[in-house]
């Protein structure tokens, strides 16, 4: 088909590692993979870093953890799209997951200066070559301007130590 014309390239969006490896194996078929990946995630680095290895572009997905790195984003419905987050969050044993481990993170990212919390953990994926791209979901303009303007940002060694130091204590898996 790609032959043919009918598509320039192929991407695939999985949360499951047999499928990232299935991905990096068959390079001729698949030219981007997205994938979940946050600070909360990075786990998921030595597999990101083999697909970029291989020559397939990566791009991560729910990099602030679906809402959960953020104080306050989860829990408040102000508008019908926040029940629809809420929802997500807690229903699907990832945003389950993701809620229980990470207020050790969020209490990292919101500690590091001159960053909104959300900055920090765009600009710490960002901050890892083998990612090409983060992909934001977001109902409100003013957090389209706060993520946009991480991707300009860099964040200090001192900080993404911290995120590590965190990430590391919290010795739980969230990728499967």
Same mark, same amino acid.
């Given at each position: 088909?790609?032959?043919?014309?009918?598509?320039? !390239?192929?991407?695939? $969006?999985? !949360? #499951?590692?047999?499928?990232?490896?299935?991905?990096?194996? !068959?390079?001729?078929?698949?030219?981007?993979?997205?994938?979940?990946? $946050?600070?909360?995630?990075?786990? #998921?680095? +030595?597999?990101?870093?083999?697909? !970029?290895?291989?020559?397939?572009?990566?791009?991560?997905?729910?990099?602030?953890?679906?809402?959960? @790195?953020?104080?306050?984003?989860?829990?408040?419905?102000?508008?019908?799209?926040?029940?629809?987050?809420?929802?997500?969050?807690?229903?699907?044993?990832?945003?389950? $997951? @993701?809620?229980?481990?990470?207020?050790?993170? #969020?209490?990292? @990212?919101?500690?590091?200066?001159?960053?909104?919390?959300?900055?920090?953990?765009?600009?710490?994926?960002?901050?890892?070559? +083998?990612?090409?791209?983060?992909?934001?979901?977001?109902?409100?303009?003013? $957090? @389209?301007?706060?993520?946009?303007?991480?991707?300009?940002?860099?964040? +200090?060694?001192?900080?993404?130590?911290?995120?590590?130091?965190?990430?590391?204590?919290?010795?739980?898996?969230?990728?499967?």
């Amino acid at each position: 088909m790609k032959e043919w014309g009918m598509y320039r !390239h192929l991407g695939i $969006n999985t !949360h #499951r590692e047999a499928d990232m490896q299935f991905v990096a194996d !068959h390079r001729e078929l698949f030219d981007v993979l997205l994938l979940d990946v $946050n600070v909360c995630q990075l786990d #998921r680095l +030595p597999m990101i870093e083999k697909l !970029h290895a291989t020559g397939i572009g990566v791009l991560a997905g729910t990099v602030l953890g679906q809402g959960h @790195l953020i104080k306050g984003k989860i829990g408040r419905i102000r508008t019908f799209a926040d029940v629809w987050y809420l929802a997500r969050a807690v229903l699907r044993e990832e945003g389950r $997951n @993701l809620a229980k481990y990470s207020s050790a993170m #969020r209490e990292t @990212l919101s500690s590091i200066p001159g960053m909104t919390p959300a900055q920090a953990a765009i600009s710490f994926v960002l901050g890892h070559s +083998p990612v090409a791209a983060c992909v934001v979901g977001t109902t409100q303009i003013s $957090n @389209l301007r706060e993520v946009l303007s991480a991707t300009s940002e860099c964040l +200090p060694a001192q900080s993404a130590a911290a995120i590590w130091r965190t990430f590391e204590a919290q010795r739980v898996t969230l990728s499967k």
